[in-house]
Structure formats: C-alpha cells, structure tokens
C-alpha cells in the first residue's frame, strides 16, 4: 500500500510543527506577536480536526516547550480534563 504524501503522515507532523509554532509565538510580547500569521496558524490547526484535538496538540505542544511546568495545569489550561493526564 503507497505511502500518503511524503513521510506517510505528513498531517501529524504538520499539525504537530503548527501546534508548536503557535505555542512558542504566544509567549513574544505582543507587540512582537505576528497575529495575522497567528491567526492563519489557528485556521489551518482548525481545518478537519475537532476543536479538542487542537486543544490536545497545543497542550503536548506547551508540554514540550516547558517541560518544567506541571503538565496537568498545562491540559486544564487548554481545557482538558484529567482524563488525558
């Protein structure tokens, strides 16, 4: 069976990079936030995916980026329950 797109699962790993680039560009001061750009991350996050599954790639996403940070306040940030901790 061919292989989808380039690595076979190039969805994952797009969302997954976008996940990480957004949660990284929250933390510029906004005056440095590239909202439109922002914006067109969260549309794209968006498309096809229900909105807990975003909010369950931005939370792995944050959980990375701080790996110091209690990572079940980070879930309960993005509105997840602790049934994913």
Known sequence: MPKKGITGH???V????LATALVALE???PKHQPSA???DIR?????GKEPSA???HLAQA???LFPD???LEIYREYGIGDEYG
Do not use: G
């Open 10 to 12: 190039d969805d994952w």
């Open 14 to 17: 797009l969302t997954e990079a």
């Open 27 to 29: 933390q510029l001061e």
């Open 37 to 39: 750009h922002m914006d």
């Open 43 to 47: 549309k794209m996050l968006a498309n």
């Open 54 to 56: 975003v909010s369950l």
């Open 62 to 64: 944050k959980c990375r």
């Open 69 to 71: 940070t209690d990572p």
